[in-house]
């Protein structure tokens, strides 16, 4: 049923493609899920969680050494109708999405001092996209944001990550019954930037979620998109697109927990990779519980390496409880763009730089197409060919 | 008339830290209309004369000239040599992940026109061209050459050649690895392009099968990296009847 499909790239490229092999979920976690973080080891690098991420460019952020103290402005832009409000930690709107996973995100929910709550009433229709500008301005900062749409309401959200921080943040999305919720988080970070952030959704009973997750920037970027059902005839759609340059770390860790019957995830990451020390791990995790009959499910990630010296690890896995089900499956893939390639495009009177742009819009598009937002596709696709224009 | 004159080509490869010459004196002039056939073993340099001549990164040319019409094509790069009018038709050519042919052709005939083309006439000018190779028009669709067969690959760059109309195209052993349909829709293509007056074609062969379905003007033998006998079409007929024997012993060539 489940369906591997791997193919290494060329041995000059130093990219690898690792499946995993015989572990859980569960067993690969160092610690069950927690709020606290000092119900988590402080990550020495070899756990299976953290073993391919720079610790030591997490800026403490792991081992309790990051105190608060950097800029950090969180502005939501809201249509009418929408009620934003900043509450204390004791709100009981908070946490109700998901469980922290790993230490940072514990470390995060343990530190936040003030949470933003977007709240959508039942049955609003927004018309107009929520906007969060998420800006940096230096130094470390921990944040807890929760959007939640009340049943049958429908909204859009922005979220935009810039300027310069080290941030560990968990971000609730709670849906409603029948509700629709899409996401757009852009990580857009100055080059310097830390950002590792658990993206906990809570789908309702009818209820559908999209979240299109775009990572371009950061130093360090690592983002666990976590999903849950809370009633039948759920449905999850991930689409994630990055572009990862030299020196960039950036990590995509998905867990799909599907323990409802009857709900339906889909998955769709792709990334480029360009220049030396260019480093993405993309891990999709689908868990298809016992209780979970008629669950339908598919993953796969695409990965594009267009120079020498950058790397790819990218590690499906679908664990699966119960056979009654109506489909799962996975793919992961890593292909590069080479020399041959490039002359190939070239004899056909295509100027270089023409024809990356053309391979790398090419290898997107299909993913950007699925957003359903005009302007941020369009967006999307500048901000590739500004990448494209940066590296050579 | 466009001409292409390739004069005392040495072209040598970096192969295990070693430099390995492996044309040695190439001489040939290919004229617009004219078809000249290049037979020879395997291991002669046929390939390398067609990917030095386009341009290929992995070759150095270590003395000689190639022009067209004049103009220095070893000076131009790749892209250059392709919009100055040149084609090379690949024995393998290269898959492109996440380009579909349709956005392929369309990218490089605006390159070599010059601009692009009307969306209205372009399409009907691929459609048409696909029908008469008999490619399958979800074809369009696919990525460049990735999962094509061996004969929808060479179609393939046909269609390329018919569309992009060049002066001088180089087909590397196009016919290599063909079934007889497809070597006679592939040969018909060329026949067309040729046809038109308009292209010289420097047709690359190992075997003498294609030259049943196109007549050449002119036959050369290629052996130890140079032609060492020129003629008419008669002389791909002695190939066929005593092959290359008499070629590659030692003193003819020397």
């Given at each position: 049923m489940a369906e591997a499909q791997n193919i290494p790239v060329g041995s000059t490229t130093a990219g690898t493609i690792a499946v995993a092999a015989e572990s859980t979920v569960a067993t690969r976690m160092s610690a069950p899920p927690s709020f606290d973080v000092a119900d988590f080891p402080v990550p020495h690098g070899r756990e299976e969680e953290w073993r391919f991420t720079p610790l030591e460019r997490l800026r403490g952020l792991h081992d309790g050494t990051a105190e608060a103290g950097g800029v950090l402005t969180v502005e939501v832009t809201a249509p009418e109708g929408v009620t934003v409000e900043t509450v204390d930690r004791s709100d009981a709107r908070i946490g109700r999405a998901g469980t922290p996973v790993d230490r940072v995100a514990a470390q995060a929910y343990s530190s936040f001092e003030k949470a933003s709550v977007v709240s959508v009433p039942k049955?609003?229709?927004?018309?107009?996209?929520?906007?969060?500008?998420?800006?940096?301005?230096?130094?470390?900062?921990?944040?807890?944001?929760?959007?939640?749409?009340?049943?049958?309401?429908?909204?859009?959200?922005?979220?935009?990550?810039?300027?310069?921080?080290?941030?560990?943040?968990?971000?609730?999305?709670?849906?409603?019954?029948?509700?629709?919720?899409?996401?757009?988080?852009?990580?857009?970070?100055?080059?310097?930037?830390?950002?590792?952030?658990?993206?906990?959704?809570?789908?309702?009973?009818?209820?559908?979620?999209?979240?299109?997750?775009?990572?371009?920037?950061?130093?360090?970027?690592?983002?666990?998109?976590?999903?849950?059902?809370?009633?039948?005839?759920?449905?999850?759609?991930?689409?994630?697109?990055?572009?990862?340059d030299a020196g960039q770390h950036q990590e995509h860790r998905l867990l799909v927990d599907h323990n409802t019957p009857h709900c339906k995830s889909n998955v769709a990451y792709k990334g480029a990779l360009q220049g030396d020390g260019a480093h993405a791990v993309w891990i999709g995790d689908v868990l298809i519980q016992a209780a979970a009959e008629g669950t339908d499910t598919y993953e796969l990630n695409r990965n594009l390496v267009l120079t020498d010296g950058a790397r790819v690890d990218s590690v499906p896995n679908l664990e699966i409880e119960t056979g009654e089900i109506v489909g799962a499956g996975h793919a992961s893939a890593t292909g590069r763009f080479d020399d041959e390639q490039l002359f190939y495009l070239m004899s056909r009177g295509i100027r270089a730089e023409e024809a990356r742009r053309l391979v790398v819009r090419g290898f997107f598009a299909e993913l950007v197409q699925q957003i359903g937002l005009p302007d941020v596709e369009e967006r999307l696709l500048a901000k590739i060919d500004a990448e494209l224009e940066a590296s050579v | 008339m466009a001409t292409l004159e390739i004069r005392d080509l040495h072209v040598s490869v970096e192969a295990d830290n070693s430099t390995k010459e492996i044309l040695k004196g190439v001489d040939l002039t290919v004229k617009q209309g004219e078809t000249h056939a290049i037979m020879g073993p395997n291991g002669s340099g046929k390939s390398t004369l067609a990917y030095s001549i386009a341009g290929h990164p992995k070759y150095t040319i270590t003395s000689g000239t190639v022009t067209l019409d004049g103009e220095d094509v070893l000076e131009m790069s790749v892209d250059e040599r392709a919009r100055a009018g040149m084609f090379l038709a690949m024995q393998y050519p290269v898959e492109v992940p996440g380009v579909s042919v349709s956005n392929f052709l369309r990218t490089s005939a605006t390159a070599i026109r010059g601009e692009a083309p009307k969306l209205r006439t372009w399409v009907k000018e691929v459609k048409t061209a696909m029908e008469t190779l008999q490619m399958d028009p979800a074809f369009a669709e696919r990525n460049v050459n990735e999962g094509f067969s061996g004969g929808e690959k060479k179609r393939h760059e046909i269609l390329q050649l018919e569309l992009l109309k060049p002066k001088i195209a180089i087909l590397d052993e196009t016919d290599s690895g063909l079934d007889v349909d497809a070597l006679r829709q592939v040969s018909e293509g060329v026949n067309r392009v040729h046809a038109s007056g308009e292209v010289g074609t420097l047709l690359i062969t190992h075997y003498t099968r294609i030259l049943r379905y196109i007549k050449p003007d002119f036959v050369h033998v290629f052996a130890k990296g140079k032609i060492v006998a020129s003629g008419g079409p008669e002389l791909a007929d002695e190939l066929e009847a005593e092959g290359y024997e008499k070629y590659t012993k030692g003193g003819v060539t020397a």
């Open positions: 049955e609003a229709v927004l018309t107009e996209p929520i906007r969060i500008a998420v800006h940096g301005e230096g130094g470390t900062a921990y944040g807890h944001q929760v959007v939640e749409l009340g049943a049958f309401a429908e909204a859009v959200v922005v979220i935009d990550h810039t300027g310069d921080a080290v941030l560990a943040a968990n971000v609730d999305f709670v849906l409603g019954d029948g509700a629709k919720l899409t996401v757009v988080s852009v990580q857009d970070w100055d080059d310097t930037a830390v950002h590792v952030s658990q993206h906990n959704a809570l789908v309702g009973r009818d209820a559908s979620f999209k979240s299109v997750v775009v990572t371009f920037g950061g130093d360090l970027v690592r983002l666990s998109p976590l999903v849950q059902y809370a009633g039948t005839g759920g449905e999850a759609e991930l689409f994630g697109l990055y572009f990862t | -």
